[in-house]
């Protein structure tokens, strides 16, 4: 990744309710949802929502599809796997053990295993 296009990714997610998105859209998984349920759950207007999900699709970190007469959203795992990869490229100087234990946290942990290992 280009840091011009993490600049674009950081710019889509510094805003809430994209940010918002993207953590929804992460935790239903590949089968994503509708920009009617993204609306709800974000508690933003249709056209409101629209204008957003353009903007993360545009960063590259959501992905549309067509299903019937429905647009479905779903997290873009490549386009945020390689915005960590930017981050993470040149870990620590050259000492991978420092970010070692941020690198091996599984990503799809049970959210109360999550809570209980933070607590």
Same mark, same amino acid.
């Given at each position: 990744?280009?840091?011009?296009?993490?600049l674009?990714? =950081?710019?889509?997610?510094s805003?809430?309710?994209?940010?918002?998105? /993207?953590?929804l859209? /992460?935790?239903?998984?590949?089968?994503?949802?509708?920009a009617?349920?993204i609306?709800?759950?974000?508690?933003?207007s249709?056209?409101?929502?629209? =204008?957003?999900?353009k903007e993360?699709?545009?960063?590259?970190?959501?992905?549309?599809?067509?299903?019937a007469?429905?647009i479905?959203?779903?997290?873009s795992?490549?386009g945020?796997r390689d915005?960590i990869?930017f981050?993470?490229?040149?870990?620590?100087?050259?000492?991978?053990?420092?970010?070692?234990?941020?690198l091996?946290?599984?990503?799809?942990?049970?959210?109360k295993a999550?809570?209980?290992?933070?607590?």
């Amino acid at each position: 990744m280009k840091a011009s296009q993490a600049l674009g990714a =950081f710019a889509a997610l510094s805003q809430e309710t994209r940010l918002g998105i /993207v953590r929804l859209l /992460v935790r239903e998984g590949p089968n994503g949802l509708s920009a009617g349920a993204i609306a709800d759950a974000a508690k933003v207007s249709p056209s409101n929502i629209s =204008f957003h999900l353009k903007e993360l699709e545009h960063a590259g970190l959501i992905e549309a599809r067509r299903e019937a007469r429905s647009i479905i959203y779903s997290a873009s795992y490549d386009g945020l796997r390689d915005l960590i990869g930017f981050l993470m490229k040149d870990c620590c100087a050259g000492r991978p053990e420092i970010c070692a234990p941020v690198l091996a946290e599984p990503c799809c942990s049970p959210l109360k295993a999550r809570k209980r290992a933070h607590a």
